[in-house]
């Protein structure tokens, strides 16, 4: 079983930074995405940045240049450095590890953190 946590979440004035971490615990094959999605409040989930295992980045056209996806896969974290964040930013912020192996499809999600930005 795969479990993730993140950590990180809270308040911050717009302009502020915040640096978001996922634990990854468990079976997970090497090869693998991580990626973080966010969820604001009466709106559906979306992807923020995701990266693969030998460290291709993906971004959402409007976190580019704001938002850095990293990864440490001998501590197996995630992690997710927000700079000049706005108040449109604020939502719940999701891990997601996704692997293939053996011809099937493992998706895992965590807990969510919550992120506010307000001044």
């Known amino acids: 079983q795969v479990q993730l946590v993140e950590s990180g979440g809270g308040w911050v004035q717009p302009g502020g930074s915040l640096r978001l971490s996922c634990a990854a615990s468990g079976s997970i094959f090497r090869l693998n995405v991580m990626g973080w999605h966010r969820q604001a409040p009466g709106k559906q989930r979306e992807l923020v940045a995701a990266v693969a295992s030998h460290n291709i980045t993906n971004y959402a056209d409007n976190m580019k240049g704001r938002f850095t996806i990293s990864r440490d896969d001998d501590k197996n974290m995630l992690y997710l450095e927000m700079n000049n964040l706005k108040p449109e930013d604020t939502a719940v912020y999701y891990c997601?590890?996704?692997?293939?192996?053996?011809?099937?499809?493992?998706?895992?999600w965590g807990q969510g953190t919550h992120v506010t930005v307000s001044s």
């Open positions: 997601n590890l996704f692997f293939r192996m053996s011809g099937q499809d493992y998706e895992y």
